[in-house]
């Protein structure tokens, strides 16, 4: 069974910075498509950034394009998340996922297999 588990959340000011991780076990990263998604209060799951399994291609969402950063190791089974110059609009519980589909973490359709429990982001003024 694929586990998915998340660190590095936590409360900044707006214009610094936070890195998450997400380490993947259970199996082989590599075997999989990754992303991060977000979803804050009241508000429907937002695709963050997704990559693929040898981190070759990368995408974004244009809401965070420029600030924040996708990468993984797969040696280490780990998928990252650089965020610089965070915003207040970007505070939202961050999850990573994992699928065999491109687009499936590209676009959350069709929803990804796999999902960490989500680490919390809060950026205040």
């Known amino acids: 069974q694929v586990q998915l588990v998340e660190s590095g959340g936590g409360s900044v000011r707006a214009g610094e910075s936070l890195r998450l991780s997400c380490v993947v076990s259970?199996?082989?990263?590599?075997?999989?498509?990754m992303g991060w998604f977000r979803q804050a209060p009241g508000k429907e799951r937002e695709r963050v950034a997704s990559?693929?399994?040898?981190?070759?291609?990368?995408d974004y969402a244009d809401s965070v394009k420029g600030r924040f950063t996708i990468s993984r190791d797969n040696p280490k089974n780990t998928l990252y998340l650089q965020m610089d110059s965070l915003k207040t609009e970007d505070t939202a519980m961050y999850y990573c996922?994992?699928?065999?589909?491109?687009?499936?973490?590209?676009?959350?359709?069709?929803?990804?297999?796999?999902w960490g429990q989500g680490t919390q982001v809060t950026v205040s003024s």
């Open positions: 990559i693929s399994t040898t981190g070759a291609t990368t």
């Open positions: 996922a994992a699928d065999r589909v491109w687009r499936a973490v590209q676009t959350g359709t069709p929803t990804p297999s796999y």
């Open positions: 259970g199996s082989r990263s590599i075997i999989y498509y």
